[in-house]
């Protein structure tokens, strides 16, 4: 499908690392090493207590977008050490991160906690980036496929299509994440187009193809440009990455290739 229906977008996830006081030179590399011209829309998803820190840092750099990777799904009240979402757009949180499978697998995440925080999300006016993906045992058995149709039919289950347009998918295969094995470009295409069958049946085709649908994996300044080639892989979930400005700024400077 056409890729000018939808956005690039590149996602930062600096998971639990990084402190407030080393956003504002983090971003100052950033932004000394960014493409001239904007080819994507980018975020950095960063845990909650440095979201202040990072929202002030780009208060004067609007290139790149403030984003957390988790997000209570009830809106207030007796929820301890939980973070909803209207702290969070108080904030100017633009992304959201929910169903990460470090979350799913460490805190017990299943499909209906996914599917209430990405509604949650998409209700406050944040764009929730659903991630889903398979394991490396699901793969080696040749369950991928049906496991992805599973995660995606739940994540985006009693979406309206219009809801939808503002969910993005990011396919990160769990054999892929933090190991530097990064998924072939073929493997990844196989299943972003998979994904994107998924959301026309659901969604219909106008929504589907206005969807992006990312890869996260070991994604890096190398392998990028490769990945991002790929009709149904219209940008990336950066891990490790997303932790070196020069670096994640390539990832940014490769979405300039179509
Ligand atoms: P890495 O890029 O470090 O493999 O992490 C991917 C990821 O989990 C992003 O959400």
């Known amino acids: ?17 990084m402190t407030a006081s080393a956003v504002r030179p983090f ?30 840092a780009l208060r004067d750099f609007s290139r790149v977008a403030v984003g957390a990777q988790d997000v209570c ?3 207030s009240g007796a929820h301890t050490g939980e973070v909803s979402c209207d702290m969070l757009t108080d904030l100017g949180v633009k992304y959201v991160i929910v169903g990460h499978s470090e979350r799913r697998e460490y805190q017990h995440e ?12 998409i209700a406050a006016g944040m764009t929730g980036i659903v991630c889903v993906g398979e394991s490396l045992e699901q793969r080696n058995r040749g369950l991928t496929l049906e496991h992805i149709d599973y995660q995606v039919s739940s994540a985006v289950y009693g979406l309206t299509e219009e809801q939808a347009r503002r969910c993005v998918v990011a396919y990160e295969p769990l054999w892929a994440i933090g190991t530097g094995v990064v998924a ?13 069958a998924v959301l026309k049946r659901r969604l219909g085709a106008r929504t589907a ?3 992006s649908i990312l890869y996260g994996g070991s ?6 440009a490769e990945l991002l080639a790929m009709p149904d892989i219209d940008g990336g979930l950066i891990g490790g990455a ?7 700024a390539a990832i940014i400077a490769a979405t300039a290739q179509e």
Not at 110 to 121: E, G, I, P, S, T
């Open 27 to 56: 971003i100052d590399e950033l932004r000394a090493a960014m493409p001239k011209l904007k080819t994507c829309d980018a975020a950095i998803c960063a845990p909650f207590p440095l979201i202040p820190a990072l929202g002030k």
């Open 110 to 121: 299943d499909d209906f906690k996914v599917n209430a925080k990405l509604r949650a999300a």
């Open 209 to 211: 193809r206005a969807m």
């Open 73 to 75: 799904e009830f809106p």
């Open 184 to 196: 072939t470009a073929e493997q990844a295409q196989e299943v972003c187009a998979e994904i994107r």
């Open 219 to 224: 994604m890096n300044a190398k392998n990028a």
């Open 1 to 17: 499908m056409n890729k000018k229906y939808r956005k690039a977008i590149i996602a930062g996830n600096w998971k639990m690392n």
């Open 242 to 248: 997303s932790l070196k400005p020069a670096d994640f």
